[in-house]
């Protein structure tokens, strides 16, 4: 399980959720564990495929300052984000990134998770879950909330046409993850 | 199909600022909106065109700022209770609107989103701009929420201040706080103290609408029910006529901010963070105190006594706590996100008895606490 307080950046372009995996992340953490949590954001104005990051700090006490100045764990989504952001992630940091969207950092002070979200996504015939895929590895290397917890943050935060196929995508995060955790 | 979820929505949440200040509203009674798009305050109007039809309230988009404000007038003089969302430059447009509900005493709440100018960035630069924006002899109460449960919390205490001096209360929101997503209690309905205005006992002929007191507040009679009150923004006698009277225009001023001023103990409030041993006490208000007070704990843990002065009252000024901080402490940090200006009160109030040093930041993001430290380092060198 993770230290008491974590931050996390969740970085890539817009349309890929990645809001919405810090969002349930947060409030999954909040609502169903009693964390503190404070998210917050960025993005261009441009609906779709404009850089996009989102900050998300988990600790068991109050969060006063309401971004970190190093984050402990960045999930990277695109190439262009990911550029942008490595430079914030801790020397020792952990990085959940997608190898057919991201190019591995030359840096050799990170603890590397390969996660095809892409890949998964599209073969659960729903391309845009990749977030979801990454939300699961997550949730697993951070083992703070129970798969339940996560998936009914997950039902509680989506339409629900799209709950079970999201979940599904989580758990196929979860599988792949605890696979790299052997 | 229209969800009926409650107006107080109690419970443990992970919620937007601007929606946390919206359920504020809701939980103190709030049953009519009216405003005119802006970010970064939109997700206020988002929000409350969604929840107004939930509880039996009305939502009104206005075509502009003005009509926005006015139509909060009305609305308010008609019994409602009324909130408008904006952000700085769309204040400048509501500040004669505000002027108007301050000479005829009709409460109502402004939440103001300060952005950078023509941008969303995170900025403190409209603290005087909601004191002074409106013309002519005024008090004004301004509120500074720090986190998204502040704003929920500290609007709440807009509108019951607004219902009680029958002023117009402003919440001074920020980028910061409006767009991030945090932890959110909302206590049972039954735990919320509510204040609504007092309505005149009179009948019709016999209410003098503008009669009180010094320092008090007249009460309040229902439009169109036969009391028959002009409304003016001219200056006016107790019975709302128009008249040009030196001395009754006079008393009638006086007696408006009066209101205010002689109950600051009710209105003016503070949090103290570890000064009473201070020899070095920073003075903030807003997202601002965040970084602070992680940089006190950075600062006691080097031996360094250091404390924080929380405003959460910045207008009018609490000039009774920022005494007791001077008077305490060898030297004051004045820290804000703009290029120091509410510094300038914090001198007139403290400057003769300590050093005040101005700590302030404008790049559009908040100061982080390293950067607070490395102030308090510099100025106990």
Same mark, same amino acid.
């Given at each position: 399980?993770?230290?008491?307080?974590?931050?996390?950046?969740?970085?890539?372009?817009?349309?890929?959720?990645?809001?919405?995996?810090?969002?349930?992340?947060?409030?999954?953490?909040?609502?169903?564990?009693?964390?503190?949590?404070?998210?917050?954001? %960025?993005?261009?104005?441009?609906?779709? *495929?404009?850089?996009?990051?989102?900050?998300? /700090? #988990? @600790?068991?006490?109050?969060? !006063?300052?309401?971004?970190?100045?190093?984050?402990?764990?960045?999930?990277?989504?695109?190439?262009?984000?990911?550029?942008?952001?490595?430079?914030?992630?801790?020397?020792?940091?952990?990085?959940?990134?997608?190898?057919?969207?991201?190019?591995?950092?030359?840096?050799?002070?990170?603890?590397?998770?390969?996660?095809?979200?892409?890949?998964?996504?599209?073969?659960?015939?729903?391309?845009? %879950?990749?977030?979801?895929?990454?939300? *699961?590895?997550?949730?697993?290397?951070?083992? /703070? #909330? @129970?798969?339940?917890?996560? !998936?009914?943050?997950?039902?509680?935060?989506?339409?629900?046409?799209?709950?079970?196929?999201?979940?599904?995508?989580?758990?196929?995060?979860?599988?792949?993850?605890?696979?790299?955790?052997? | 199909?229209?969800?009926?979820?409650?107006?107080?929505?109690?419970?443990?949440?992970?919620?937007?600022?601007?929606?946390?200040?919206?359920?504020?509203?809701?939980?103190?009674?709030?049953?009519?909106?009216?405003?005119?798009?802006?970010?970064?305050?939109?997700?206020?109007?988002?929000?409350?065109?969604?929840?107004?039809?939930?509880?039996?309230?009305?939502?009104?988009?206005?075509?502009?700022?003005?009509?926005?404000?006015?139509?909060?007038?009305?609305?308010?003089?008609?019994?409602?209770?009324?909130?408008?969302?904006?952000?700085?430059?769309?204040?400048?447009?509501?500040?004669?609107?505000?002027?108007?509900?301050?000479?005829?005493?009709?409460?109502?709440?402004?939440?103001?989103?300060?952005?950078?100018?023509?941008?969303?960035?995170?900025?403190?630069?409209?603290?005087?701009?909601?004191?002074?924006?409106?013309?002519?002899?005024?008090?004004?109460?301004?509120?500074?929420?720090?986190?998204?449960?502040?704003?929920?919390?500290?609007?709440?205490?807009?509108?019951?201040?607004?219902?009680?001096?029958?002023?117009?209360?402003?919440?001074?929101?920020?980028?910061?706080?409006?767009?991030?997503?945090?932890?959110?209690?909302?206590?049972?309905?039954?735990?919320?103290?509510?204040?609504?205005?007092?309505?005149?006992?009179?009948?019709?002929?016999?209410?003098?609408?503008?009669?009180?007191?010094?320092?008090?507040?007249?009460?309040?009679?229902?439009?169109?029910?036969?009391?028959?009150?002009?409304?003016?923004?001219?200056?006016?006698?107790?019975?709302?006529?128009?008249?040009?009277?030196?001395?009754?225009?006079?008393?009638?001023?006086?007696?408006?901010?009066?209101?205010?001023?002689?109950?600051?103990?009710?209105?003016?409030?503070?949090?103290?963070?570890?000064?009473?041993?201070?020899?070095?006490?920073?003075?903030?208000?807003?997202?601002?105190?965040?970084?602070?007070?992680?940089?006190?704990?950075?600062?006691?843990?080097?031996?360094?006594?250091?404390?924080?002065?929380?405003?959460?009252?910045?207008?009018?000024?609490?000039?009774?706590?920022?005494?007791?901080?001077?008077?305490?402490?060898?030297?004051?940090?004045?820290?804000?996100?703009?290029?120091?200006?509410?510094?300038?009160?914090?001198?007139?109030?403290?400057?003769?008895?300590?050093?005040?040093?101005?700590?302030?930041?404008?790049?559009?993001?908040?100061?982080?606490?390293?950067?607070?430290?490395?102030?308090?380092?510099?100025?106990?060198?």
């Amino acid at each position: 399980m993770i230290a008491e307080r974590q931050a996390i950046q969740f970085c890539g372009f817009g349309g890929q959720g990645v809001i919405l995996a810090a969002l349930i992340f947060g409030s999954t953490a909040v609502t169903k564990q009693g964390y503190h949590a404070v998210q917050t954001q %960025s993005f261009g104005s441009e609906t779709r *495929g404009g850089e996009c990051q989102a900050e998300l /700090i #988990l @600790s068991k006490e109050p969060i !006063f300052s309401p971004t970190a100045d190093k984050v402990d764990i960045l999930v990277a989504m695109s190439d262009l984000a990911f550029s942008r952001y490595v430079g914030r992630l801790k020397s020792g940091g952990i990085l959940i990134m997608d190898p057919d969207m991201v190019t591995r950092p030359s840096r050799n002070d990170l603890k590397i998770y390969e996660i095809k979200a892409n890949h998964i996504g599209k073969e659960l015939g729903f391309a845009l %879950s990749s977030n979801m895929v990454f939300l *699961g590895a997550l949730h697993r290397f951070c083992g /703070i #909330l @129970s798969d339940q917890q996560l !998936f009914d943050g997950i039902r509680e935060n989506v339409a629900e046409r799209y709950a079970e196929v999201n979940i599904k995508a989580a758990q196929a995060g979860i599988d792949t993850m605890s696979g790299l955790l052997k | 199909m229209l969800l009926r979820r409650p107006r107080v929505l109690s419970g443990t949440h992970f919620m937007l600022g601007n929606f946390a200040a919206v359920e504020g509203a809701l939980a103190a009674g709030c049953n009519f909106f009216a405003g005119y798009p802006i970010t970064p305050a939109n997700e206020v109007s988002e929000r409350m065109a969604e929840r107004m039809p939930e509880v039996g309230g009305k939502f009104l988009q206005g075509e502009d700022e003005l009509c926005s404000i006015y139509a909060l007038a009305g609305a308010a003089l008609a019994g409602a209770k009324v909130l408008t969302a904006t952000a700085s430059a769309g204040f400048d447009y509501m500040a004669e609107g505000i002027e108007y509900a301050i000479s005829d005493e009709i409460p109502m709440v402004i939440m103001d989103v300060q952005r950078t100018r023509g941008e969303n960035f995170a900025t403190q630069a409209d603290v005087m701009q909601m004191r002074w924006g409106a013309a002519g002899d005024h008090e004004l109460i301004v509120l500074a929420p720090s986190s998204v449960q502040e704003l929920f919390d500290f609007t709440i205490r807009a509108f019951n201040l607004a219902e009680k001096y029958r002023n117009p209360v402003i919440v001074m929101s920020e980028t910061t706080i409006a767009l991030m997503r945090e932890r959110l209690v909302i206590p049972p309905a039954d735990q919320i103290k509510i204040i609504n205005r007092k309505m005149t006992q009179a009948q019709p002929g016999d209410y003098v609408p503008f009669r009180a007191e010094m320092g008090c507040v007249p009460d309040m009679a229902p439009l169109g029910k036969g009391y028959n009150t002009l409304y003016s923004i001219n200056p006016h006698n107790e019975f709302g006529s128009i008249k040009w009277e030196p001395e009754i225009f006079e008393r009638q001023y006086e007696r408006i901010t009066q209101k205010i001023l002689m109950n600051l103990d009710d209105i003016v409030t503070t949090d103290e963070y570890q000064t009473e041993d201070a020899e070095l006490i920073l003075i903030a208000y807003g997202s601002e105190t965040r970084p602070c007070k992680d940089a006190v704990d950075v600062a006691r843990g080097q031996g360094k006594k250091v404390g924080l002065l929380k405003l959460n009252t910045v207008w009018p000024v609490p000039e009774k706590q920022i005494l007791a901080a001077a008077r305490k402490a060898n030297k004051i940090l004045a820290v804000e996100m703009n290029m120091g200006k509410y510094a300038g009160e914090i001198e007139r109030v403290a400057g003769c008895h300590a050093e005040v040093k101005r700590v302030t930041k404008n790049l559009g993001a908040i100061h982080t606490s390293g950067e607070i430290v490395a102030a308090i380092e510099e100025s106990l060198r």
